[in-house]
């Protein structure tokens, strides 16, 4: 039988309209992923404002920014999405090569999508654990964790930390992969690939996940351009832009050669050279169904990355490049880039007085821009939904407060 | 890919300048298109005009705003100042990108560092909240961190600071208090 408008609990409430009520959700709420406070305004069960209140994790970074050099500041990106610090280290190593017109060794280059792409998948793999665990399903949090536990490992040998890295610099990278890690990252792959299948069993089909994801939450294409959003919020709503592939050539280069086709629904279907699960009923493109299934798309999508990274690293000679001067004095003038991170965009700003000191260090926050557009999918929706929709954007507060 | 602005334009008839002029008047007041992002300046009472242009009418529509930076030029130490041959200002600085084109462009404004020179009241810019719904938080960490007031924006107070934090800490000559609420600073 079809559902009927009576089966909708929301138009049912409309006859019992009760008092509003402000309800706080956060700081501490474990689905707010971090330090995020959220206002409801209810009637009921319904949710007809949220008000985010962010702020809870400002470091002032930007203004750090302007007290140290500009190799000193990568500790501080570190910082910024401590669930990908590769990919933050990597956007201001960049955006200070922008500024130089430097560029890394063909090693470097090679060495720095493979870590990048594998620290996507560790993000990627928080971002799917840790939804489940917002829509009450334990089981995939620690399957998720169980193998970022082993990238962890594998940054940890490479670079001696094993969230907060520094390991991608300006000028290349801090040091060399030891002996003996490719055929681990490679182990680590073969290992990990059948895995994805549960993941999908786990969440991505499972009746009770799509029930709780699909239709809700729904990011019109035109509202997610407007609001800035970006990553797999943007691609979830049908746009098709990564900036792996349209962003600037000093980014582009790098993976100028790799094959790879941007995770979003063309023409009513995804990217089809890999056996996705079926789209199932009930979703509609921008739905917290499909910015999930996005990620889980980009997970296989950067296996393939670091598997031609590593052929392509193997086969270059030289070094890893070596890292720029402490005290490097800069060129005059200013430089903006953004990358391609897991979370999304990240843009950073550069502007030089000619001294060793940034006059100006900014951070443009993927999340923060990701987050603004809360308001506008909460309204309406019923209090249960609103951990779904949050959590669908995948959110880092440390990102976002900075 | 990243194109010079009136290079993309140039293919589609006018220069993408010429069109802006005629579309604002006496809104470009400035441009270098040879820097590593070509910018355009535009006075400040101009850019939410501007801006409507950019999103709305250009042949090329700037549809995303991706970031507001206000960018503070003082030099608060006497021995560098008297060096230095810029004047002090605020920089508001816009990156705007097309998702259609996939390109970007970079609009300046010079402010005053305070409004009429009068410390404490402070300068003012037209909101483009109205423009990019996205602006509206970009706005709003502008106003907190770097003390521009945006006129026109539907709700602009302090986003990562608390609403009774003083000053504005991405200045220059920003100097932190001693003491919030019982915690001590410095």
Known sequence: ?402 | MILNPSVVLTMRGPSFLDQLRDAVPDAVVGQNLEALDPWIEIAPDRLADVCRWLAKVSPVRFDSLQCITVVDWLETDPKKAAKVSWQPRLEIVYHLWSTGSKVSLVLKSTLPRWKGDVPGQLPEVPSVAGVWRGADWHEREVYDLSGVWFTGHPDLRRILCPEDWEGYPLRKDYEQPLEYHGIRGR
């Open chain 1, 1 to 402: 039988m079809s559902s009927t408008i009576d089966d909708d609990p929301r138009i049912i409430e409309f006859d019992v309209r009760t008092d509003e009520m402000l309800v706080n959700m956060g700081p501490q709420h474990p689905s707010t992923h971090g330090v995020l406070r959220l206002v409801l305004r209810t009637d009921g069960e319904i949710v007809s404002e949220v008000e985010p209140h962010i702020g809870y994790l400002h470091r002032c970074a930007e203004k750090i920014g302007e007290n140290l050099t500009h190799r000193q500041w990568i500790p501080y990106t570190d910082r910024m999405d401590y669930l990908a610090a590769m990919n933050m280290n990597l956007g201001w190593a960049l955006a200070v090569e922008k500024l130089m017109k430097f560029e890394v060794t063909e090693k470097a280059r090679h060495l720095r999508v493979l870590i990048v792409e594998l620290c996507r998948i560790s993000s990627h793999l928080v971002g799917m654990g840790a939804y489940g665990l917002d829509l009450g399903s334990f089981s995939p949090f620690l399957y998720a964790f169980r193998e970022r536990e082993k990238i962890l490992d594998l940054f940890e040998e490479a670079c001696g930390a094993r969230l907060t890295y520094s390991y991608i610099t300006i000028g290349g990278l801090t040091a060399d992969l030891p002996p003996g890690w490719l055929a681990r990252c490679e182990a680590f792959l073969k290992q990990f690939e059948p895995i994805i299948k549960e993941y999908h069993t786990l969440l991505t089909t499972n009746a009770i996940f799509v029930k709780r994801t699909a239709g809700i939450g729904v990011l019109s294409r035109d509202m997610a351009i407007e609001y800035g959003c970006s990553g797999p919020v943007l691609r979830g709503s049908g746009v098709d832009q990564d900036m792996r592939r349209d962003g600037e050539s000093i980014y582009t280069a790098m993976y100028d050669g790799y094959a790879f086709e941007v995770a979003v629904m063309k023409d009513g279907h995804y990217p089809r050279d890999h056996k996705y699960p079926a789209v199932p009923a009930g979703t509609v493109l921008g739905d917290c169904w499909h910015r999930f299934f996005v990620r889980m798309l980009e997970v296989v999508q950067s296996i393939d990355l670091v598997r031609q990274s590593i052929d392509r690293y193997s086969a270059s000679k030289g070094t890893v490049g070596e890292p720029l001067k402490l005290a490097e004095k800069m060129p005059i003038g200013d430089a903006y880039l953004e990358t391609e991170c897991p979370k999304g965009q990240m843009g950073f700003y550069l502007v030089s007085d000619g001294s060793a000191i940034p006059w100006r260090a900014r951070a443009r926050s993927s999340s923060f821009s990701n987050l603004a557009v809360a308001p506008e999918l909460c309204r309406g929706c019923l209090i249960a939904d609103v951990p779904a929709i949050v959590g669908s954007l995948d959110i880092v507060m440390g990102e976002i407060d900075r």
